[in-house]
């Protein structure tokens, strides 16, 4: 694994399990003007991936926690696949939500956001 990768994706999912404790606002500015996430639906734009973020934050699903399980560095892209555990609070309290997703990073102003982002 390339070190300047792999250094650039533990920073950009560090940010992204602190920013989701800040709320689904402060977690949309983590991915591009056009960004999509690919969920159970498909949001594109910062504003709907800000509300669909919204939803799921709003359901309990209020902590985050990201495993990396691969980084790869395409051309000007960073790809990360990687496991994560949502753990709930209010109604989901004591339930935890574990997956795995993708994130497809690219650099923007000198600074690496989500270009694409799939969860299952």
């Not at 910062?46 to 691969?70: A, H």
Request: some cysteine.
């Amino acid at each position: 694994m390339d070190d300047r990768a792999d250094q650039i994706a533990r920073d950009f999912i560090s940010r992204y399990e602190a920013e989701w404790s800040n709320g689904a606002e402060a977690v949309s500015r983590l991915y591009t003007a056009g960004g999509v996430l690919v969920g159970f639906v498909t949001a594109v734009g910062r504003s709907q991936i800000c509300e669909l973020l919204r939803g799921i934050i709003g359901q309990g699903w209020t902590s985050i926690r990201i495993k990396i399980v691969n980084v790869r560095q395409v051309g000007g892209l960073i790809l990360i696949a990687n496991e994560y555990v949502a753990t709930g609070s209010g109604k989901n309290a004591g339930k935890t939500l574990n997956a795995s997703a993708s994130h497809v990073l690219v650099e923007s102003n000198g600074e690496w956001l989500s270009t694409l982002h799939t969860a299952r």
